[in-house]
């Protein structure tokens, strides 16, 4: 017996786009790091081992997907995550982890 997806080709290319956008590992830093609140790019660059321009680009490829929004104040753009629920995402990913790590452990005992 087969059975087929219930979801569209469409709706799982969208999934596909949002969740490749937030993997890469210095976007996954700069999400984390907004956890803490809106920062601007002179906040996150002391924090990241990255230059500038490299930063810049990821989030302005973060802000055009969807996953960031941005207020300018004076000369700043001050960033944060639009959704909450990529935390939520966030955290989902870490429990994995944390119960493959578990379970690898409980075979090495």
């Known amino acids: 017996m087969t059975q087929k997806c219930k979801k569209s080709q469409k709706l799982i290319a969208l999934e596909s786009e949002l969740l490749s956008v937030i993997s890469q590992k210095t976007r996954l830093l700069i999400i984390c790091l ?7 790019l002179c906040e996150l660059a002391p924090l990241m081992d990255e230059d500038t321009s490299t930063i810049s680009r990821h989030l302005n490829l973060l802000k055009d997907k969807g996953v960031l929004a941005t207020k300018k104040e004076g000369v700043r753009v001050k960033y944060w995550v639009r959704d909450k629920r990529v935390f939520k995402i ?7 982890l944390q119960a493959e790590i578990n379970e690898k452990a409980q075979i090495l005992r």
């Not at 966030?90 to 994995?96: A, C, H, M, Q, T």
């Open 34 to 40: 907004l956890q803490e609140g809106p920062k601007c």
């Open 90 to 96: 966030l955290d989902i990913v870490d429990e994995i």
